[in-house]
């Protein structure tokens, strides 16, 4: 979750070539990984997306199955860490209220009690279980440079090696995403080269899973750090298979903002989606209709925070009540049942005999 930022912010690309698959994959084996790298963010995913994808990956500046499907995230935030008693019933409830994807919050144990691999491993057989897709985070990033207990992108990566015996074979699945909201609004023009090692060594380590980075600035970017380097942080990934998290609370207030933000990705081939955002905020009032709106408009994901157990002033973004699903907040109501909403736009992974 977002912390007050101190200023703010001012088509969908569907075809990925079906045919002549076999003649491309037997061309593109013989290219060495520095052609590969030589290439653009929309020929470059196409061309490793070809070679190697075993999983969820980016082709076309798009999320994609492994079959090629493609796959838009429609779910919502559960704060597992600080709630691992909860996790069980809030999985089966977020998906009985249509959810396809759920993001989990773990800790690297720098912060709050470490999440071990055995509890990475039954976090993503629980989604599993539930047909949901696992967007798994470390949040002991949250707001490094800014807030003195916070720790590096580097220090998550650790952490992710650490436990990738659960995240193998997985990569159906899982979706790892780094390190939430890295750097507040001290220091972040270090987010370009911080990402961009984590990434490479997560890689060097054989985790092969889609990457999601979040935006530095308490996730919302209103620098523009993330949107001015996300091309080269995409091209330092040997997989080309990064997908970047923008995180939308008082900056995006308006539609304007949140449409130009969205596009000027969309517009150059590279894969984004909205890794949290509420109805309101203390930081200002995000605009949530056009949130959902311009994400539904370009196919992009969304993820909503949070299913319950908020405090600290933020209460409000709780969705269920005491994690009761019979009792959505007027957020809960809006995000699962409104328009443009999970309800109505959520379609499950293929992978789960899904569309």
């Known amino acids: 979750m977002s912390a007050s930022p101190t200023a703010g912010p001012t088509g969908r690309t ?8 076999g003649l491309l994959l037997s061309l593109l084996a013989l290219l060495p990984l520095s052609a590969l790298l030589a290439l653009g963010p929309r020929q470059a995913t196409a061309a490793h997306a070809a070679v190697a994808a075993t999983g969820l990956h980016v082709s076309g500046g798009r999320l994609v199955e492994a079959n090629g499907n493609d796959f838009v995230v429609r779910g919502v935030n559960h704060a597992h860490t600080w709630y691992p008693s909860r996790t069980t019933a809030a999985l089966s409830d977020i998906k009985a209220l249509g959810a396809n994807t759920v993001r989990v919050v773990l800790s690297t144990g720098d912060q709050w009690t470490r999440n ?38 580097s220090r998550a990566a650790d952490y992710w090696i650490s436990v990738r ?54 996730g919302q970017d209103w620098s523009f750090t993330m949107r001015d380097n996300a091309a080269s942080v995409f091209a330092a990934d040997s997989s080309r298979n990064t997908v970047f998290s923008i995180h939308m ?17 969309t517009s150059a081939g590279l894969p ?13 009032n995000p605009d949530e209709d056009a ?41 809960g109501q809006r995000i699962f049942k409104g328009a443009d909403g999970i309800a109505a736009t959520s379609r499950q992974a293929s992978v789960y005999g899904g569309r």
């Not at 569907?14 to 698959?21: K, V």
């Not at 984590?198 to 935006?215: S, Y």
């Open 14 to 21: 569907t075809a990925r070539p079906a045919a002549r698959l």
């Open 116 to 153: 071990d691999a055995a509890d990475v491993a039954d976090v993503v057989a629980q989604c599993k279980r539930n047909k949901l897709i696992c967007v798994l985070e470390a949040h002991d990033t949250t707001g490094y440079g800014e807030q003195g207990a916070a720790v590096t992108l």
């Open 165 to 218: 015996t659960a995240l193998t074979g997985q990569e159906n699945y899982v979706i790892v995403n780094i390190g939430n909201e890295p750097y507040g609004n001290t220091d972040y023009a270090r987010w370009t080269a911080d990402t961009k090692a984590a990434v490479q060594k997560l890689r060097a380590a054989g985790i092969q899973h889609t990457l999601m980075v979040d935006a530095p600035n308490w």
């Open 249 to 265: 609370y008082g900056v995006f207030d308006t539609a304007a903002k949140v449409g130009s933000y969205l596009r000027s990705f």
């Open 272 to 284: 984004i989606l909205v890794g949290e955002f509420g109805d309101m905020h203390s930081d200002g």
């Open 291 to 331: 949130i959902m709106a311009t994400t539904r408009s370009l196919g992009l994901g969304y993820l909503g925070w949070s299913w319950s157990g908020n405090s600290g002033g933020v209460e409000y973004l709780d969705m269920a009540a005491d994690f009761r699903a019979n009792a959505l907040t007027s957020w």
